[in-house]
């Protein structure tokens, strides 16, 4: 049975970073990870996504130069690094899986339940 499960979200004042950890099970051939968010009244909206692998990356422009997501295969967790936090950063973060990739929610099957990531003074 898949299960993700995210941590590290909380408040950081602008300018600040966060790491956030997506820890998963169960996804069997379900190995492209991402990771998107949703403000509110907003669409959600991809952030990042990595491979298998690990060896291939994307980012959307948003975010691109300042977060980084990286992946421990042996510990079967992504991770999203998170450095100069902007206010319009502020969002709900969820991580997904999926077997194509990419940054269209569309192509993901596994959500976790998010975790909230507040950049504020």
């Known amino acids: 049975q898949a299960h993700i499960e995210e941590s590290g979200g909380g408040l950081v004042q602008p300018g600040g970073s966060l790491r956030l950890s997506c820890s998963f099970s169960?996804?069997?051939?379900?190995?492209?990870i991402g990771w998107f968010r949703q403000a509110p009244g907003k669409e959600r909206e991809g952030v990042s996504c990595?491979?298998?692998?690990?060896?291939?990356?994307n980012y959307g422009d948003s975010v691109k130069g300042r977060f980084t997501i990286s992946r421990d295969i042996a510990k079967n967790t992504v991770y999203l690094q998170m450095n100069s936090l902007k206010t319009e950063d502020t969002a709900v973060y969820y991580c997904?899986?999926?077997?194509?990739?990419?940054?269209?929610?569309?192509?993901?099957?596994?959500w976790g339940q998010g975790t909230q990531v507040t950049v504020s003074s």
């Open positions: 997904a899986a999926s077997r194509l990739g990419g940054l269209d929610r569309k192509n993901y099957r596994f």
């Open positions: 169960g996804l069997t051939r379900y190995n492209e």
């Open positions: 990595i491979s298998s692998s690990g060896a291939v990356t």
